[in-house]
């Protein structure tokens, strides 16, 4: 092994360790924290793997059995956390089935489990050399595809349906998310391109690297900012189901007319826009329609999400301010009619104006 990798692997290992004390102790994290924590120490015992492994049968020898097929789980895991930090729900006992990987490399591979000597031997094989190697990295590799397919599908799930239940939540949620995949996605993939089709030692290099900075830059954001990928309200929001005829709806032109109509013209006199927190449900409750009806209404009638509907009056509300030439700060005036963060606030602005608030103001003046 080079100095270069064993310089990673070294410093992979000890930060691993160190985002795990830091996530599992500090009170003020919340459960997708800890989970990530776990995480940040199952990769630090991977990284911390060859280096025990060089060192030949050592004290540490014995961890080898136990901690070689730790990667069988990493895309359950990396899935889980996901879920958790987005809805901020807890773990069931359903999710147990994730751990099925891991489990058949355990099972396909009983016998290095009681040998430190066996378990020596069966690193240093390629992953080739045998059989049972041979479908324990398959296992290993194919449920990191299967769970990146199922991560990112969730991820495009949950981005849907914010933007038709909620009013308010901050892009940058999913901006991270994204990242946190693209991530997952080129550093896999260069794992898999190592392994079955050149081995070029360079590329292993690069591999090892971006695992390193992807999961102690996600563990240290998370450290810093517990709640940063996690959308409120989320998971309280009903179901859109969508018409039969999505064309069409279940409602004719004339009946969705008239309840736009209705919701424009209440949103608009009793500024319900400006409720940072206002959901889909809630402005059904408010109307005195279903909220089905209501979801129909904005997005065939009106043509856009719930979203982007309610942000509309926001925005119009601010621009309107500019134009009497309020001297309050930007983010008073966000928060005033009802945006939640800065981020959210200038993301919507320049979508629907074209422009920065600052350089609309300064066009104002």
Not at 107 to 126: G, Q, R, V
Not at 158 to 173: E, G, M, R, V
Not at 335 to 356: M, P
Request: charged share 15%; hydrophobic share 50%; net charge positive.
């Amino acid at each position: 092994m080079s100095q270069l990798l064993t310089f990673i692997f070294a410093i992979g290992a000890f930060q691993g360790l160190v985002l795990f004390v830091l996530l599992i102790s500090d009170k003020r994290v919340n459960y997708a924290s800890k989970l990530l924590g776990v995480f940040c120490l199952m990769i630090a015992s991977t990284f911390a793997l060859p280096l025990i492994f060089d060192a030949g049968n050592g004290p540490l020898a014995w961890l080898i059995a136990p901690m070689v097929f730790l990667p069988a789980c990493y895309g359950g895991v990396t899935y889980l956390y996901c879920r958790t930090a987005i809805t901020g729900s807890p773990l069931k006992l359903l999710d147990l089935l994730h751990l099925i990987p891991l489990v058949i490399c355990y099972l396909l591979n009983y016998e290095i489990l009681f040998s430190t000597e066996k378990a020596l031997e069966f690193l240093a094989m390629p992953n080739d050399a045998t059989l049972i190697k041979a479908i324990t990295a398959a296992i290993i590799f194919a449920q990191i595809v299967v769970y990146i397919i199922l991560t990112i599908s969730m991820i495009v799930y949950y981005q849907k349906k914010a933007k038709q239940t909620l009013s308010s939540y901050n892009p940058d949620i999913f901006k991270w998310l994204w990242s946190l995949m693209a991530f997952a996605v080129f550093s896999w993939g260069l794992s898999i391109f190592f392994n079955y089709i050149s081995r070029i030692p360079s590329i292993n290099v690069i591999t090892y690297a971006t695992m390193v900075l992807m999961v102690y830059f996600i563990g240290f954001v998370q450290w810093r900012n517990p709640g940063i990928f996690h959308i409120k309200k989320l998971e309280k929001q009903p179901e859109i189901k969508a018409s039969q005829d999505a064309s069409e709806g279940l409602l004719d032109q004339e009946i969705r007319s008239s309840i736009l109509q209705t919701v424009q013209q209440q949103v608009k006199e009793q500024s319900l826009y400006r409720n940072s927190e206002l959901t889909l449900a809630s402005l059904a409750e408010e109307v005195g329609v279903s909220i089905h009806h209501l979801s129909e209404t904005i997005n065939q009638q009106g043509g856009k999400n719930f979203n982007q509907f309610i942000n509309e009056y926001r925005v119009a509300e601010v621009c309107d301010w500019l134009k009497q030439q309020s001297d309050r700060k930007l983010i008073d005036l966000a928060l005033d009619a009802g945006f939640s963060s800065k981020s959210s606030f200038n993301a919507t602005f320049k979508k629907l104006t074209g422009k920065t608030p600052s350089v609309y103001r300064q066009e104002i003046a």
